[in-house]
């Protein structure tokens, strides 16, 4: 009996913190990603880039990312969709202005894509398959996926260099989880 208490306060011990984390997401703060795969859930980060949450948030409420290709995959690099384009000039028409952080981009990192101007992201983002520390501070990081990233591994790669991809993957559906019923 005690032997045996022990054992299940052990257990406990060592998933508590797992419990806690699951038990803290945020709904309003919490992006479902369908990829042919399988489900990406993705925490974004409203507290490093609320302008690029809440932009973010607007966009997969209309739809704008559903079917969108992801049309930049570099092995050990990362995966870039949003463009309605899928030729990586497009976007939804508005830029952001930069919320760099701290926060560094390492495997998993959601960060908004850009051009050489710090302040003209628009839709496009990417996921970080490794860690990227050349991006740290030169980026905006607006998220974090917390499950899924082996079907994020899956994204089909492209051309070595360029990252260009013919017949790309494609984001199936992305919801808010607090939409979801």
């Not at 699951?22 to 990603?33: G, R, S, V, Y």
């Not at 290709?69 to 930069?98: C, E, N, Y």
Request: glycine share 10%.
């Amino acid at each position: 009996m005690i032997r045996r208490s022990f054992l299940t306060l052990a257990l406990f011990a060592a998933f508590a913190p797992f419990a806690a984390k699951a038990q803290q997401t945020d709904p309003e703060n919490t992006l479902i990603m369908e990829l042919r795969d399988g489900r990406v859930v993705i925490a974004m980060r409203p507290d490093l880039a609320p302008t690029h949450v809440a932009r973010i948030k607007e966009l997969t409420r209309k739809g704008f990312y559903d079917g969108s290709v992801f049309h930049r995959v570099i092995r050990g690099f990362m995966a870039q969709v949003g463009d309605p384009t899928g030729t990586g000039g497009g976007g939804s028409g508005q830029k952001l202005r930069a919320e760099f952080s701290r926060e560094t981009h390492r495997r998993g990192t959601v960060s908004m894509a850009r051009t050489s101007d710090p302040n003209s992201a628009d839709s496009q983002f990417f996921i970080c398959f490794d860690d990227a520390p050349h991006l740290n501070g030169q980026y905006t990081v607006w998220g974090r996926v917390v499950s899924g990233m082996e079907f994020v591994d899956n994204i089909k790669k492209g051309a070595p260099g360029s990252g260009a991809v013919t017949d790309p993957d494609r984001i199936v559906r992305m919801r808010v989880a607090a939409d979801v019923k």
